[in-house]
């Protein structure tokens, strides 16, 4: 009676008795609204109630929350992961009951991440928790690299192989400054020395001018080891790694407190590289005023921002409201938005210069992961990473980074904390798209793949009849490499892309609709012309989702849908993708075949490989040779008589 009349309030009442209640949301089915209570217990749901019916779930059966893919008939449908903190009314839902021969969603956590907003949202969704090998969410620390081997396509690992090179600041640092000087507009981060190797230099700086340095050791989180200092002598002089780097002296200062900003990316691909941001964080105040004097630069909590340091002070102001979200000594983004606004500073600019940092953070180890990600990983789709970025900004709201996390707390200490991760792993789970499988089906796939691959039937996407001349010329040994970088965009033909790469698309188009609070900021039709050339290896799949993003944005919404047919398989690409030669236009009464190789068909063969491939005609001598045949030179015959048999022909040719 409690689910049909919707008093149960929230997740800490369903709790004591063992699973979790999803709240009364919209379902809209022929332009009719239902409302619908869930009552989830154990991680199954056991009961629906619909317009105040309850419907008891059959035994055996599990009932998901199922987003509709925007392709029906080629793609499958993933697992809606309702939002706790969000109004989400307007969102299509459709309830749908597992077949028997499906498998059941399941989850394994490490223990360090069981934290109450992850937790809430894989069970409000009927997932169950595992301990064995077959789960299909598996949210914990890094797993070995052979392991990657083992997974199938519908597992999804919460960490790429490598990705601990953006964790690690000496790592992270090493690539920032490797991509600095390649290109000169890469100032994302102050001034930093990597010691031992840089100590020469540190030294002659610091001699040099008395300004403050900040050393922090490599490999700790929540300001551990971190101290400011202005002279060489109190830098750590031992073979271990550490980094120093000049101390921002004018931070953006709130009611006379330094912060910084825990903003939330994530990458749900390298290969094609995808970024997103989510539109909100938090703002991390320090509990002491800040004052630029040296005698201050002792006091940790007057200079570092970090959560773990600053909780022990008294004078920390703890967030009891989720709704007051500029008060205390932590703060959402979008307080700060407000906060800024009100003082008639423009937010725009400075949101987009945050989105420039964090895609250059991201490109810095792209090319590490990415051939990490080459070798172990065989799917696609079966990594994501959730990245906690710290970003500091000056008084003149200039952008530094200060370091990436890749396991940002989710812990909820305060309702602020709630609101905020709450909606960042809702919106990641959604972002990521958990489906429902058949493993005895799949099973039977994999082995049948196995054995067309053995038996040689499996061939390769380069030279396959009928497909683009140009695509065999852009890709080189199934590596996805593109082989030119000059004029590399002007060659992708989305008229004649492979089944792989239009997956590619759809795959991304669906992430869209999936994404929630994240914003994509990479590719994007700017961003996409922006970076595209900061790509250490240049990849057909990053080239193919970066021009359909400026294809995309150079048509008006009526074709756009026309694009989205195509996608579909409805129609054929509604547009032209190519200039045709004068020449390659058919003769009259010339009858177009369904595919052609030959190469000596001026219309079927495309005009850029055309003017390399086109076949030259002999000339009119060897078309119609002279009546008199090519003199034979038999074994006897002289110098004299081969020149006069030569000469001979030349004058009758």
């Known amino acids: 009676l409690m689910v049909a009349k919707n008093e149960l309030p929230d997740d800490e009442y369903i709790g004591s008795i063992g699973g979790s209640c999803v709240n009364v949301i919209k379902i809209l089915k022929k332009n009719v609204a239902y409302a619908v209570s869930v009552l989830v217990v154990g991680g199954c749901c056991v009961a629906v109630v619909t317009n105040g019916k309850i419907e008891v779930v059959e035994k055996g059966m599990v009932r998901y929350f199922m987003r509709r893919t925007l392709f029906p008939s080629l793609k499958g ?98 690539g920032i400054q490797k991509m600095k000087r390649k290109f000169d507009n890469y100032n994302i981060i102050p001034p930093t020395y990597l010691l031992p190797f840089d100590a020469p230099l540190l030294q002659a700086e610091m001699c040099k001018c008395n300004r403050p340095y ?33 101390y921002i002296t004018d931070p953006l200062v709130i009611n006379g407190y330094k912060c910084d900003l825990r903003l939330y990316a994530s990458v749900t691909s390298f290969d094609p590289l995808k970024v997103y941001l989510h539109e909100d964080g938090l703002v991390r105040f320090a509990t002491e005023k800040f004052k630029k004097d040296a005698a201050h630069y002792g006091d940790r909590m007057m200079h570092l921002t970090n959560y773990s340091v600053n909780k022990k002070s ?36 400075i949101w987009t210069s945050i989105k420039d940092v964090v895609v250059k953070t991201i490109l810095s180890c792209e090319a590490t992961v990415t051939s990490k990600v080459g070798m172990f990983v065989k799917h696609r789709n079966s990594c994501f990473e959730l990245y906690g970025c710290d970003v500091l900004l000056t008084s003149s709201f200039v952008p530094y980074l200060l370091e990436v996390n890749v396991m940002p707390a989710l812990s909820c200490s305060s309702p602020l904390d709630r ?4 909606s960042v792993v809702t919106s990641l789970l959604n972002l990521i798209g958990l489906q429902q499988f058949n493993l005895a089906q799949f099973t039977s796939s994999e082995e049948f793949q196995k054995k067309k691959k053995f038996l040689g039937y499996e061939s390769s996407i380069i030279g396959k009849e009928g497909k683009s001349d140009v695509q065999a010329d ?37 992430e869209m609709c999936r994404r929630g609070a994240f914003e994509r900021i990479f590719p994007t039709a700017a961003t996409s012309k922006a ?28 074709e756009r849908g026309q694009l989205f047919d195509w996608l579909r398989g409805v129609s054929g690409f ?6 045709r030669h004068p020449l390659a236009q058919p003769p009259k009464g ?44 038999h074994p006897g015959t002289t110098h004299n008589q081969k020149n006069a048999g030569f000469n001979n022909w030349n004058s009758q040719v």
């Not at 509604?574 to 200039?579: H, N, S, V």
Request: charged share 25%; glycine share 4%.
């Open 77 to 174: 449908d993933t697992v809606l992961f309702p939002e706790g903190h969000t109004k989400t009314e307007n969102v299509p839902r459709i309830l749908v009951s597992s077949k028997d021969n499906h498998e059941t969603l399941t989850y394994r956590l490490h223990k360090a991440v069981k934290h109450s907003c992850l937790l809430g949202a894989l069970r409000r969704s009927g997932l169950k928790e595992v301990k064995t090998k077959s789960w299909n969410l598996l949210w914990g620390r890094r797993i070995k690299d052979e392991e990657y081997l083992e997974l199938n396509p519908y597992q999804r690992v919460n960490h790429f192989p490598g990705t601990w090179h953006i964790g690690r600041k000496d790592m992270l640092i090493r």
């Open 531 to 558: 970076y595209g050339h900061m790509f250490e290896t240049h990849k057909f799949s990053n080239v193919v989702l970066g021009e359909w993003e400026v294809l995309k944005a150079s048509k008006s919404n009526a």
């Open 214 to 246: 900040i050393v922090k050791p490599p490999a700790s989180s929540c300001g551990k080891g971190i101290y400011i200092t202005t002279s060489y002598n109190e830098v750590p002089t031992t073979t271990e790694p550490y980094l120093v780097q000049r």
């Open 419 to 422: 609101k905020v991760k709450s």
């Open 474 to 510: 852009v890709i080189n040994n199934n590596s996805n490499m593109v082989s030119s970088k000059k004029n590399v965009k002007k060659r992708v033909l989305f008229s004649d892309l492979e089944k792989e790469y239009l997956n590619l698309i759809r795959d991304a188009e669906d």
């Open 314 to 349: 008294a004078k920390f102001k703890k967030n009891t409201d989720a709704e007051e979200d500029d008060v205390g000594s932590k703060w959402s983004v979008k307080a700060l938005k407000r906060h800024l606004e009100k003082k008639g500073v423009a937010w725009a600019p």
């Open 590 to 633: 010339h009858s177009r075949r369904s595919a052609s190789t030959d190469l000596t068909d001026k219309h079927y063969a495309h005009p850029i490989i055309r003017t390399a491939r086109q076949p030259v005609l002999p000339p009119s001598w060897l078309q119609h040779p002279p009546a008199s045949n090519f003199p034979m030179m």
């Open 574 to 579: 509604p547009f032209q993708t190519r200039q």
